[in-house]
Structures are given as C-alpha cells and as structure tokens.
C-alpha cells in the first residue's frame, strides 16, 4: 500500500473524525470547504486515495465513503443500522431483500434494541418536525401505545404516521393537514420512532 500524501493523510483523517463525530462520512463538498479546495479537487484527492485503497468512493451518492484500513477505531462507538427500502410481503423487516445498505450512527445516540433505519418520503409527517429525506431510527416491535409514531406496513410500503386505536378501528395518522387519516381494521406495526437523523 502506497503511502499518502500530506494532503491525502490530513482529508483521509479528516473524514476518519467526522465519521466518529456524526456517523457519517463528510461529502466532497464538506472536504472541499475544509480544506479550501475546489469539489473537483476534493474529489481527484478521494480518487487518489481510493486508489492506493485506503477508502472506497460509491459514484454518484452522497457520503458514500467507505473505510478500507483504521476502521475498527473509528467505528468503535458507531452501529451498524440496516437501512430498509421497499418491503417484500412474507418475509421478516430486516431479511436482506429489504435492506439498501447499512449505515453507521453513533451508539450514544441510540437506544437499545433491534434497530433499523427508514428513509422518510413525502411531507405527511412535517408537523411532528419528520421532513422528506430523513432517516428514521425505528425499534422493532409488533406494537405500539397510542398516540406513538409507528413505521406501519402499508402495501408493501413502511410509513410513518402517528398511531391511534379504537375499540374497532385503528386509524394511522398524518401529522400534515393535507393528508387524511388512514382507517384500517387491522394494521401490522414493524416499529416505534427513537431516533431521527438529518444530513445538510
């Protein structure tokens, strides 16, 4: 393995701390701000590195910096949380067909149990402060109090919504004025809201 440069040593730190401190990588953006070079010139940095495989770059996403080496230090303190997409009827919430990718978050941050990650879309749950592009932080559990924000599988889709029963009805409700409640007889709760992340 090749060694790095000063510069290439200084990002390659750089995103070691930031990945430590958040959870997630910076994106080229970030380490071009930081180190007052241009996004194509953080970028050819990060292609450099990669190639003397120190880290791993996924085109076209962002934050998709993988570590190769010093991994074990700097995800120490960070779990691993499966982030679901769309959901296949029958199978278990985190069997591999529905997980996209797994990303890393602080431990401190998270409770305990079995946890998996939702990617919120949509702006049906805004007034509970749940914006489009989010990353909910759900507890695996098959039920849920009223009044708690559930992920409800809802044809195939996880949603998120406020849950209310009734001795007849369960009602899944938005948390926006421009979407209805949705009624149901029965409903199958995947989890409990714990943790909301945001990336800027």
Request: hydrophobic share 40%.
């Amino acid at each position: 393995m090749k060694p790095l440069t000063k510069k290439q040593q200084a990002i390659f730190s750089f995103i070691k701390q930031t990945i430590k401190k958040t959870g997630f990588p910076p994106t080229v953006r970030e380490i071009g701000n930081q180190f007052s070079i241009t996004v194509k010139g953080a970028y050819d940095h990060l292609k450099a590195i990669e190639k003397k495989g120190y880290l791993r770059c996924e085109a076209g996403k962002s934050r998709a910096i993988e570590l190769l080496i010093d991994k074990e230090d700097v995800y120490a303190d960070v779990r691993s949380i499966p982030l679901v997409g769309t959901i296949a009827a029958g199978i278990p919430i985190l069997a591999q067909e529905n997980i996209e990718r797994y990303i890393q978050l602080p431990s401190g941050f998270l409770p305990e149990g079995t946890l998996f990650g939702l990617k919120v879309k949509g702006d049906s749950m805004t007034g509970a402060g749940i914006y489009d592009g989010d990353i909910a932080i759900i507890r695996q559990q098959p039920s849920a109090n009223n009044g708690e924000i559930v992920a409800a599988l809802i044809d195939n889709e996880a949603t998120l919504k406020i849950l209310k029963k009734t001795e007849r009805k369960v009602q899944l409700l938005p948390a926006n004025e421009k979407y209805n409640p949705i009624t149901t007889d029965t409903v199958t709760i995947l989890g409990v809201l714990k943790a909301l992340f945001r990336t800027y």
